[in-house]
C-alpha cells in the first residue's frame, strides 16, 4: 500500500515542479536578454546541438548532465568528452567532462568550457593602432546527482551543480560563482523520463571597473520518448522558461524538438529544431533555415564521433564536434 500510495504521490506531483518552479523564478529572478556570461548557455556537444539545444530529459550522456546535473548516473560513469564548436567569426569553444562514481556518495562529473574570441587591434582616441588585445572565458564545473525515489521500474532523481565562471577582456577580469539544480524522472518500461533544470544562479566575485553583470539563469524542461516499433527517440520541452513575456503563454513559445535515429549499433542520425533561436533570428523576411539542426553519430569499438549543425539563417550555421570515450 505504501508502494502504490509514493508511487501515485510522485506520478502526480513531478509534473508539477514545472509550474512550480516557473512561480519561484517569476517574482525571485528576471532572465536577460544579453549578459557578460551568455557562453554558459552554449550548447556543450556536437549531440545536444543536432537535437536542437535541450537534452535535460536524456541521461547515459556525461555532457547532458550539464544541462541537468540530475543526468549524471552509473551510465555515465567513466565516460569522457571533448567537444569543439566553431563559431562566428574568429570564435572558437571547446567543453571536456568526465563522470566517475564515488561509493555511498553518489555520480559525478566535473566539466571545463572554454571560448576564445581571438585578439583585437587596440586604437587611441584618433583611430591610430597602439597594440592588440585579446578576450576570453572559462568556467570549471562540478556535480553530483541522487536518486530520491525508486519503484517498480521507475525513478526520480535529483541533482545539484556548481562552478566557477571567469572572463578576460583587454587585460580586465571578471568572475562570478553559480550551481544548478535538476530533477529527472523514468520509467524504464515505457522508454519514458522527463527533466527540468534550473542553471547559472548565482552571484559576482568581481566585476569590469565595477559594473555588476547578471547571470544568465534559465529554466529548462523537456520530455523524451523511444517510439514502440521505430528506432526513433523523441525529445520535446521548453528553454528560457523564465524569460520576461507578455503573458504566462508566451513563455511557452520558446520551444525545443529533437529526434535521434538508432540505426544499428554503430550509427545515429539526428535533427532539431529551436523555435526560440527561430524567433530570435525573425529581424528580416529571409529566416532561410534559422533554428533547424542536424547532425550525425558514428561508434566505433568504446569510441563515439559526433557532428552538429545548427543554422543561423542568413547569419550562417554553426558547426560543432565531439569525441567521446568510456574509460
Known sequence: MAIIFRFKLCRVSFPLVLP?????????????????????????????????????????????????????????????????????????????????????IGSMGIGITYVSYGTFDEADELGNITGSFSAADLAIQAGISRELYRWDNSMIVGGAAVKYIFSSLAGL??????????????HAPQKFSMGISLQNLGFNVSTYNGIDEPLPVELR??????????????????????????????????????????LGNYVRLRFGYNNQLRQVLNVSESLGFSGLSAGFGAIINQFRFDYGLSSYGAVGSLHQMTLSTTF
Do not use: C, W
Open 221 to 262: 524542461f523537456a520530455l523524451s520518448k523511444q517510439l514502440e516499433g521505430l528506432p526513433l527517440i523523441l525529445t520535446a520541452g521548453f528553454i528560457r522558461l523564465n524569460e520576461s513575456s507578455d503573458g504566462l503563454l508566451n513563455r511557452f513559445r520558446n520551444f525545443t524538438i529533437g529526434g535521434e535515429f538508432l
Open 20 to 104: 512550480v518552479m516557473l512561480v519561484l523564478v517569476r517574482f525571485t529572478l528576471q532572465a536577460q536578454t544579453t549578459t557578460l556570461y551568455d557562453f554558459m548557455l552554449y550548447d556543450r556537444s556536437a549531440r545536444i546541438a543536432a537535437l536542437s539545444g535541450n537534452t535535460v530529459s536524456l541521461d547515459g550522456d556525461i555532457v547532458n548532465a550539464f544541462q541537468n546535473p540530475a543526468l549524471f548516473s552509473k551510465e555515465s560513469s567513466g565516460q569522457g568528452s571533448a567537444s569543439f564548436q566553431k563559431h562566428f567569426l574568429d570564435i572558437n569553444s571547446g567543453f571536456l567532462a568526465y563522470g566517475f562514481e564515488l561509493e555511498d
Open 173 to 186: 577580469r571578471a568572475s562570478a560563482f553559480a550551481s544548478d539544480f535538476g530533477l529527472f524522472y523514468k
